[in-house]
């Protein structure tokens, strides 16, 4: 079980929903992620980015949800995924106690004259060069959603030929389990 799914806008924090990062352990199974999708489209929550990946044992599979939506519901969502068959354990991650990351590719049109600026806003926002065309380039930035956001909106001055995210991913801090 691996997929990735994202949306290509960010998450407006201004409209009064919250956005959320939770984590859930499963069991790598066909139909899980259906059942905790349908979890939170019945209580309203929209999932904003999803990553889905094996844990160290092929038995299972860690889903990292990125959703957004009324805060006052989200007690409610993880203790009803907690009880679906085959979900171990969910929980939320804030920010002091995880880290977060997204990677995103962004192939743009640079003529060889453009290339140098491209490649400075690259080198700013920590990116690597993993493709180069006479015609065009692919960068890759890994970093917090802001981070990403910034690196594509300063690329935006170039023709962006595509953008590919992967959503977050999140790893608890210290000791504690993710």
Known sequence: MSS??????????TTGQGTH??????????GV???ICQ????????IDSLVVSQGRSARFS???IGISGDPQ????????????????????????????????MVKLKC???ERSQALQIAEHFTGKTVDLTPTSMIVMITGDSQKVDAAVTMFSQFEIIETVRTG????????AGT
């Not at 990735?4 to 924090?13: A, E, M, S």
């Not at 068959?85 to 990677?103: A, G, K, M, Y």
Request: proline share 3%; glycine share 6%; hydrophobic share 40%.
């Open 62 to 64: 860690r889903m990292t």
């Open 33 to 35: 992620l259906m059942r």
């Open 111 to 113: 003529s060889p004259s």
């Open 21 to 30: 990062t939770l984590s859930v352990f499963v069991n790598n199974k066909a």
């Open 73 to 104: 519901g989200l007690e409610q969502i993880i203790k009803q995924v907690s009880k679906l068959i085959d979900v171990i354990h969910c929980s939320e991650h804030h920010s002091e106690d995880s880290v977060t990351r997204e990677l995103c």
């Open 168 to 175: 977050k991913v999140v790893m608890a801090r210290g000791q």
């Open 4 to 13: 990735i799914v994202t949306t290509d806008t960010p998450v407006d924090g």
């Open 39 to 46: 979890v939170f489209a019945r209580r309203g929550f929209n």
